[in-house]
């Protein structure tokens, strides 16, 4: 009886039941290259059409570095988060994390701190909060969507309770260093881009290649798959959870003082209800929900599409609101029409599980 | 572990029936707690804010329950809210609609945005968190295009509608009353009624739910659609209790909501938890936040303390749930046991 | 082994149609996002909104020297709060009268990072001003700084931003701060007896406008010995927030015997909740800023005796006029100097005091009760 994990990340089916096991026929070369990501570059391509047809400004090379102020520091968050999912759990936690660090570094600096202690500080605390995370969800077992929802809350509690309704800084205080907060008005220098954009794009480098390259990453890939089988090969699951969590944590810290830079200042609700953003960017990019597919190209592009459609709504001055309804809108149909595709080849409970279940990790 | 052992093993089916009495108590223990500390906790009019303030999320809890009871979440429901509420304020100003059509249309709306939310996900398979995440953004973006700076005034809306918001019986709020009416009788459709007893099945193992031949996606579909039409009756509550909607309304309601559901013990992975588990969950919160606002506590404490309160009743739930899975092992184990020390007698 | 074949024919079979099904869904997906793409666009090419003139570089002086064809960006709170509407209204009739533009753009929650894109696409459309109402003090600065580096005239109006000179700005005050601060706390003093606990509802924490004028009250009520002023609570600008902030406050407090609430989204709800609590009415007085329009059911039946507010209008049209003239270089943020705004007349640049800048006062707080409340349609 053949019961072939599927390799991670490959479009190929396994093989028919009763069927002898066989290396699977080399699949045509336009095979490949007409996956998730194949429709993100065709989106992009139409986004950045779109807005260069509608809006005068679009192409000018500013545009570029206002696109990385805007989207960058939501962006690098979306990294760990990718990871996460990845291996079938969610983090969300993640910008409730960056409003904490960021509080914390301002609480810091308002006491007199200097800036490099108080930076660590800060990610140290960002350290912490993925330390938490990862215990309750690998140690406790539980839920990772409904502990994320707790430590969400928690954080947020945590940076009004270190800032309270103080933007730091405040009068008295010193302004932030000058090295620090060019990074909200230059770009990196040379290029048009900005210095988060810079940081994401190394940071995207990095997560592709541990996640595409490497055994962690196939770890990454079988966890989410089939944690059990995952765990009898010898992964060890609840330590590779229990890091990318840390990760996440340290990451959104990160992004908190990078955004807390950027502003040249923070207030307690900095980052307020980005988590869903977050997660509508790494879905969009070819993330499974369930964990065990998707890649950081496919997040990279998504993050170009949001950044890009952001940037030419707003220049043209469409109402806000129709901007939501344009992402949410593109979210359901990157899912809908593969999941009518879908639809049309399911053939019934042949092993598969109905693909609207939540999740077929049950912890019990 | 089915609906059915649950239900008619006493043992455990008296441990579920105490995650529902703990939380109970736990409401008692933080209102004797408060009232200690403040003697006017207790008076009549803050009784009733405690119940009102519960009242929207503990409705909006039903639904998620029965949509999380199978294995799915619906984050749509604060934007449906939102949506209805202004939908039917609007209607109410422009074209004078009589009262009671008010909250027709209110979960006529709220059940057509239940349906989509339901549609694709049964008919499409697509993981219902990434359904309802889209649905949020879309329906939001359509409510604030709607309200668009012209929000929903009181003097627009007809007072006899928002009576319903402020109006006590026996000191008790209408609208706790009618969300009591809605828990009590969704909690007996679900306990009594096949099809809310196969919701528990569709939760707790999909497949074999849909082998033993349960119309998994039919139940599937109504539970979007109940949960999507009881949002919409909680947007006419909510534009009877404010008298005033604007696009904010419902905005950041799911993620509390699904924190009343949990700490109100509904289990986030489906096949267990009760509607009246999730109200109960959504009071206890609600008496907290008033409690800290008593006690004089910071404002800005509220929600660590609410965060902290969240993660331990998940960890207590989890806990619990592995108490009654080692229950379900000994009982299995005795019984393997008896089979066989007695191998003439039945297992 | 030819069963084997077979089923190597067939998986190849197999897998070429699922990638055909998948190629069709890819393009699907792509022509329908794109589809839906060109749908949103022309909707929106057709609906612009502010004046209608269209604005060009080369700009001639107008008779009251302001230059014609200027834009001006008005950056409010969020889209939807309906004071800043009306007073975004009011800097639409001023550029229209003097043959200049307003886009009017922001977004739909009252955080900096909503603005920022803003700031940025009046950057790149080389606005000749921008008038903003701060969400935050501080984290505009960056953005706003970068503005007036390639020219654009930076004005604040209603909420002021904390920038020190980086950039320099020009603050609309709707009324002396200082006037705003201690006028609240008079009146409230007034109906009161001058004694008794009191509390304020604001609106966001970190609101600047309320803060400023909190910090006032707080001097102004030493002056009354008797009256304390126990908490302060943050409704967020947000209806149902303020009414839960409120009923938090109520309990907490029972011998509360008046709030100030210097935001008309705050006093709304306060207002709605004692009209439906009557019995609250006989040891509570509310006070605050309000829109009349909002606010007369409520003093017309005797929940609210008074109230005070300014013309946002006004503001608006006020700020409108600075904004051009600032632009066309007939005034500057020198102290003193001078602008015509109008029908409103002449307005003079109030050297900068306490933490802030250079501004301009509309004039004072008008003070609404039963018998001008009606006359008012703002």
């Known amino acids: 009886m053949s019961s072939e994990i599927a390799p991670p990340a490959a479009d190929t089916q396994a093989p028919e039941r009763g069927q002898p096991p066989e290396a699977a026929p080399r699949p045509p070369w336009w095979h490949t290259a007409l996956r998730w990501e194949t429709g993100l570059v065709v989106v992009l391509i139409a986004a950045l059409l779109f807005g260069s047809s509608e809006s005068a400004t679009f192409t000018s090379p500013i545009t570029l570095f206002y696109a990385g102020i805007n989207v960058g520091y939501i962006a690098i968050m979306a990294l760990p988060m990718t990871l996460i999912v990845v291996t079938g759990e969610i983090d969300l936690s993640v910008a409730s994390m960056l409003g904490m660090s960021g509080a914390l570094l301002g609480n810091l600096w308002h006491h007199g701190w200097p800036i490099w202690p108080a930076m660590l500080l800060a990610l140290a605390a960002g350290v912490l909060g993925g330390a938490l995370n990862g215990l309750l969800v690998t140690r406790l077992g539980l839920p990772s969507i409904a502990v994320t929802i707790g430590t969400l809350t928690l954080f947020r509690g945590g940076a009004e309770i270190l800032l309270g309704s103080q933007t730091i800084p405040l009068a008295s205080d010193r302004p932030f260093p000058a090295w620090l907060t060019k990074i909200g008005v230059v770009p990196v220098s040379g290029t048009e881009l900005s210095y988060t954009t810079v940081i994401f794009i190394v940071l995207a480098i990095a997560c592709g290649v541990v996640l595409h390259a490497t055994p962690l990453g196939r770890a990454m890939f079988a966890t989410g798959l089939q944690p059990e089988a995952a765990r009898f090969a010898g992964i060890r699951v609840a330590r590779v959870k229990f890091w990318l969590y840390v990760f996440s944590g340290i990451v959104c810290a990160f992004a908190g003082i990078l955004l807390t830079a950027q502003n040249s200042s923070v207030s307690y609700n900095a980052g307020f209800g980005l988590e869903l953003n977050v997660v509508a960017i790494v879905l969009l990019g070819g993330v499974s929900i369930f964990g065990g597919r998707g890649t950081i190209p496919g997040v990279v592009l998504s993050v170009a599409i949001v950044g890009s459609l952001q940037m030419a709504l707003t220049q043209m001055n469409i109402d806000p609101n129709v901007q939501q309804i344009v992402i949410g809108g593109l979210l359901l149909i990157s899912v809908v029409i593969p999941g009518l595709g879908r639809a049309a080849r399911w053939r019934g409970p042949s092993g598969h599980k109905p693909p609207w279940a939540l999740s077929k990790r049950h912890r019990l | ?347 | 082994m030819k069963r084997i074949n077979n089923a190597r024919a067939q998986r190849r079979q197999a897998l070429r149609r699922q990638a055909l099904r998948r190629q069709a869904t890819v393009i699907f997906a792509a022509v329908l996002a794109g589809s839906v793409i060109a749908a949103c666009s022309s909707s929106a090419s057709s609906s612009p909104p502010g004046g209608s003139t269209t604005s060009s570089s080369t700009a001639s002086p107008s008779s009251t020297g302001a230059k014609k064809g200027l834009v001006v960006y008005y950056i409010p709170k969020d889209t939807q709060n309906p004071y800043e509407v009306l007073a975004d209204k009011g800097g639409e009739r001023a550029l229209s009268e003097l043959g200049g533009k307003v886009v009017v753009s922001s977004g739909t929650v009252d955080t900096a990072a909503a603005q920022i894109p803003s700031i940025q696409a009046a950057i790149q459309a080389h606005a000749n001003a921008i008038v903003i109402a701060g969400n935050d003090a501080k984290a505009l600065c960056p953005s706003l700084n970068q503005a007036a580096q390639q020219g654009i005239k930076i004005l604040s109006f209603d909420s002021d931003v904390d920038c020190g000179a980086a950039p320099d700005h020009l603050f609309i005050n709707q009324a002396d701060t200082q006037t705003i601060g201690t006028s609240e706390v008079d009146i409230l003093a007034k109906e009161i007896n001058s004694s008794g606990q009191i509390a304020i509802l604001s609106a966001a924490a970190s609101a600047t406008n309320q803060n400023s004028w909190i910090v006032y009250m707080k001097q102004e009520l030493q002056k009354y010995p008797n009256m304390k002023l126990v908490k302060i609570v943050y409704g967020n600008d947000d209806p149902a927030t303020s009414l839960t902030v409120l009923q938090g406050l109520l309990s907490a407090y029972p011998n509360l015997r008046g709030i100030i609430s210097p935001t008309t989204v705050g006093i709304q709800a306060a207002a709605q909740y004692l009209n439906t609590h009557k019995s609250l009415l006989s040891k509570l007085v509310l006070t605050g800023l309000g829109l009349p329009s909002q606010m007369k059911p409520y003093v017309l039946d005797g929940t609210v005796k008074e109230f005070e507010l300014w013309n946002p209008s006004n503001l608006g049209y006020l700020a409108g006029y600075a904004a051009a003239a600032l632009a066309s270089g007939t005034t500057t943020l020198s102290t003193d100097s001078t602008f015509t705004a109008g029908t409103l007349g002449s307005y003079k640049v109030l050297a900068p005091a306490g933490g802030t800048g250079p501004s301009v006062v509309l004039g004072p707080p008008t003070v609404f009760d039963k018998a001008n409340v009606a006359s008012f349609n703002f």
């Open chain 2, 1 to 347: 572990m089915t609906a059915r052992t649950a239900l008619t093993s006493p043992r455990l089916a008296s441990i579920l029936r105490a995650r529902e009495a703990g939380t109970a108590v736990l409401v008692l223990v933080v209102f004797a707690a408060a009232t200690l500390k403040d003697h006017n906790f207790a008076d009549a009019g803050s009784v009733q804010q405690l119940l009102t303030g519960a009242s929207l999320i503990a409705l909006l809890g039903v639904g998620e329950t029965l949509v999380i009871v199978t294995r799915n979440v619906d984050l749509s429901v604060g934007s449906v809210l939102g949506l209805c509420a202004f939908t039917v304020g609007d209607l109410f100003r422009h074209q004078h609609i009589p009262v009671w059509s008010g909250f027709v249309i209110a979960v006529a709306l709220g059940a057509a945005v239940g349906a989509i939310n339901g549609l694709i996900t049964t008919v499409a398979r697509v993981p219902s968190l990434v359904v309802t995440l889209a649905m949020l953004y879309i329906v939001r973006g359509v409510d604030a295009k709607l309200v668009s700076g012209s929000i929903v005034l009181p003097s627009q809306v007809p007072s006899a509608f928002a009576a319903v918001g402020y109006r006590t019986i026996l000191g008790i709020p209408w609208l706790a009353i009618i969300v009591a009416v809605v828990v009590a009788a969704v909690a007996y459709a679900m306990r009594s009624f096949r099809s809310g007893r196969e919701l528990y099945a569709i939760g707790s193992n999909p497949e074999a739910a849909t082998l033993a031949g349960v119309p998994s996606g039919r139940r599937v579909f109504m539970a979007f659609v109940t949960s999507g039409a009881l949002a919409g009756l909680g947007g006419a509550l909510f534009l009877a209790l404010f008298a005033q909607v604007d696009n904010s309304a419902g905005i950041g309601y799911e993620l509390n909501v699904i924190a009343a559901v949990v700490v109100g013990g509904v289990a986030i992975f489906g096949g267990s938890g009760t509607v009246v588990g999730a109200a109960l969950g959504a009071l206890l919160l609600n008496t907290i936040q008033q409690a800290l606002v008593a006690v004089r506590s910071s404002s800005f404490w509220n929600e660590a303390i609410a965060g902290a309160l969240l993660l331990a009743a998940i960890a207590f739930d989890r806990w619990l749930a592995l108490r009654v899975a080692r229950g379900l092992r000994t009982a299995q184990g005795a019984h393997r046991d008896l089979s066989v020390a007695a191998p003439g007698s039945s297992s």
